[in-house]
């Protein structure tokens, strides 16, 4: 086999720019850009390879000027007009990169220039955080560094629940880092009849916990984790009482652990992705500093709806 047939082959693999392909039509961003975690490589041959770890695209050398221009501040057509080739080309291409997650929408300051230096924008969405304390002011500063709606309530530290009207008729994602090793089940029980995906977070001074990620009515909620608990030890529900009493704040390190945790399941459930918390929690502590999963089951006695 010649290396221009192994070529057709690798192209055809990469699988992006075949005319005859029945892939769907991915949508296009009005003014796209290259993501800038898709790297532009050069092959021996003079080929171009976009992307290295997801689905890597093909283009031949001829199409370097194209690959330059997506810089976030041209259309289809004006591309045509930069570059010279094709609308239908172009489209083509296009198609390719946004097919294998290449593509990002462009963004422009108030003068109309484009905004190359700063990442692009992730997807939209809020986040209500509820909580007081280091770490829950810090998971607000990073959320709105990401170009997300953060909203901070901070809870008085009492046995009782926030007003349900405060959190807004949209709250989106609630984060429940109370400070205290168990989430007070009044709070959750707010939040979780809302209807709205909510996290949890709890804490003490050498042990962090984040998750489970909870879906109302879909993933099991920490109410069945109690009644699981309860099955086994009847004294579970005057025991987590006094574990919702807060504790000291955990150190740096700890925190930080938690904030990328936290950043992470947000930022991949705005992304409608399936955060590893959903119906689940991740857990460190510093004696072993060594992360643990705990899979969470739905109860047939909880009336959140999970087991249905």
């Known amino acids: 086999m010649s290396r221009s047939d192994r070529r057709k082959g690798l192209w055809k693999s990469s699988g992006h720019l075949d005319p005859g392909a029945d892939d769907g039509v991915m949508t296009i961003p009005e003014r796209p850009r290259l993501n800038p975690d898709s790297p532009i490589l050069q092959r021996p041959d003079g080929t171009h390879q976009v992307g290295l770890h997801h689905r890597p695209v093909l283009l031949p050398a001829r199409l370097e000027p194209l690959l330059l221009a997506l810089d ?23 198609q390719a990169l946004a097919g294998s997650g290449h593509l990002t929408a462009g963004t422009t300051r108030s003068g109309g220039g484009a905004s190359l230096a700063s990442p692009p924008p992730v997807a939209c969405g809020s986040v209500t955080l509820i909580g007081s304390g280091v770490l829950v002011e810090e998971a607000a500063h990073l959320l709105r560094q990401l170009g997300r709606r953060a909203r901070l309530l901070r809870h008085p530290r009492r046995l009782s629940p926030p007003d349900p009207s405060a959190l807004g008729a949209d709250p989106g994602l609630c984060v429940l880092a109370l400070g205290s090793r168990e989430a007070d089940r009044a709070v959750v029980a707010t939040v979780h009849a809302t209807g709205h995906p909510y996290l949890l977070v709890d804490s003490a001074s050498t042990w962090v916990r984040v998750g489970p990620l909870v879906l109302p009515a879909i993933t099991p909620c920490p109410r069945c984790a109690d009644l699981h608990r309860r099955d086994h030890d009847r004294d ?51 004696s072993t500093w060594l992360p643990t999963h705990r899979r969470y089951r739905a109860h047939p006695d909880c009336p959140c709806g999970a087991s249905e």
């Not at 007009?81 to 296009?94: D, F, N, P, S, Y």
């Not at 025991?239 to 930080?256: V, Y």
């Not at 930022?267 to 409608?272: G, K, P």
């Not at 590893?276 to 510093?286: H, K, N, Q, R, W």
């Open 236 to 286: 579970w529900p005057w025991l987590a009482a006094q574990l919702a009493r807060p504790a000291e704040e955990p150190g740096p390190g700890l925190r930080t652990w938690a904030l990328g945790q936290l950043l992470t399941q947000s930022q991949a459930l705005a992304a409608d992705r399936s955060p590893f918390c959903l119906g689940a929690s991740v857990e460190l502590d510093t």
């Open 72 to 94: 976030g501040r041209s259309s289809p057509t004006g591309l045509a007009a930069r570059t010279g080739l094709r609308r239908t080309e172009i489209e083509l291409v296009l």
